[in-house]
């Protein structure tokens, strides 16, 4: 299955529904290249990151591109606002410094354009990580919504699977919705799938795992992998093993893991400069992007919402709660939970193996033999017959440099 396979429908809206987008800390564009296939144009890009630059600088050759966001004095006149604003503050695998740290503390500026735009736009999207829920006890995402009905603005957030779109990857985003003018909750809250149960047998189907991990959490995912990252917990861009249900233990290439955030493969090509550098920056790229087909799904929902919304099962919640998956609030509004799941849509997925389509590289005999040695130091369970396999992989390995 390619990344065409996986995109939504796009249906033949009037010219005049169609949306100016600003995108601010774009990355590679997922968000935007999810909303162009739903006929919405990006009139604004920014982004500071010199490899994914060149990536939008290739893809969206007609949207002027800015460096940094401070130095964008005024936002044009655009009917939304997107801003997948940067997650290493809020990120377990990151700094977990918090929505005020040097990183993140940069959704500030997303406030600072607001506040100084000539015209409101009708939309604000933010994505971040779920993390951000339960980071210093829910306070960051207190902070934002506090921040956001102060300006008038009603919000809704709801955490999302790219799973639910057809994409073999468990990875789980916040999406934040807000306007000062309409209600997101019919655009973000309405449809719903309710979670689906896409697990086989370990052995019988492919299973993705952090091979950097191991001793206290693997990411384990069940005929998908787990969410690629733009970093890991022994300081590199990786990405996840796969044990295949021959008994491989391997890594895949860097244009399925494109396809895996429904990218057409070789997206991230142009940002590597030296071709001595191999894959360079792109694994960290494609780990810090924006599924594309969850973008594409808001993009819909945007000109064609559901036009009421079913407040009846949701719940205000009390002070000092927790933050569930699913909320909604506004200036003059309590703040209540939905209890919508994270599967807005179902669109079946290929197998992983089947999936996959370019040649995977065996997992090196090195990283193997530190994945084996952290096992052995904690006490999580495994499934049957996955360190067996990792064993036969790693004395292959072994074997191989022998006879050299």
Request: proline residues 8%.
């Amino acid at each position: 299955m390619d990344a065409a396979q996986t995109a939504l429908p796009i249906p033949a809206e009037p010219r005049r529904l169609r949306l100016r987008t600003a995108g601010l800390f774009a990355g590679i564009g997922g968000i935007e290249l999810g909303l162009s296939r739903v006929g919405h144009a990006t009139v604004l890009l920014c982004e500071n990151f010199e490899p994914a630059q060149r990536v939008l600088a290739e893809r969206f050759p007609e949207s002027p591109l800015v460096d940094d966001v401070r130095d964008i004095e005024r936002l044009p006149e655009v009917d939304l606002v997107a801003a997948g604003f940067p997650c290493q503050d809020l990120s377990q695998a990151g700094r977990t410094a918090g929505i005020t740290g040097e990183r993140s503390g940069l959704v500030g500026e997303v406030f600072r354009l607001l506040d100084s735009a000539p015209k409101d736009p009708d939309w604000l999207l933010l994505e971040n990580v779920p993390f951000m829920l339960q980071l210093e006890r829910g306070e960051a995402m207190r902070f934002l919504t506090s921040e956001l009905s102060r300006r008038g603005f009603s919000w809704a957030y709801r955490i999302v699977d790219t799973r639910a779109f057809g994409l073999p990857q468990r990875r789980q985003r916040v999406l934040v919705l807000a306007s000062r003018t309409k209600d997101p909750r019919p655009v973000l809250l309405t449809e719903d799938h309710g979670v689906v149960n896409t697990e086989g047998t370990p052995g019988e189907v492919a299973c993705g795992f952090y091979w950097t991990e191991g001793v206290r959490g693997l990411g384990w995912a069940i005929d998908a992998i787990p969410t690629l990252k733009g970093g890991s917990t022994v300081g590199i861009p990786s990405p996840p093993a796969i044990w295949m249900p021959d008994g491989r233990i391997v890594l895949p290439d860097i244009r399925d893991a494109e396809r895996l955030q429904g990218f057409p493969s070789g997206w991230t090509a142009s940002s590597v400069d030296d071709p001595s550098r191999r894959n360079g920056p792109r694994w960290k790229l494609v780990g810090n992007a924006v599924s594309v087909p969850v973008a594409e799904w808001l993009g819909r929902r945007l000109v064609a919402p559901t036009t009421v919304y079913d407040e009846t099962a949701d719940a205000p919640l009390e002070g000092g709660h927790r933050w569930p998956s699913a909320a909604w609030g506004g200036p003059d509004t309590r703040v209540h939970g939905s209890p919508v799941s994270t599967w807005p849509r179902h669109v079946p997925a290929t197998s992983l193996a089947d999936f996959l389509e370019y040649p995977t590289t065996p997992l090196s005999e090195r990283a193997t033999a530190g994945f084996l040695r952290r096992t052995q130091q904690g006490r999580l369970r495994f499934a049957e017959g996955f360190i067996a396999a990792l064993r036969r992989h790693h004395e292959s390995l072994t074997a191989q440099l022998e006879t050299v």
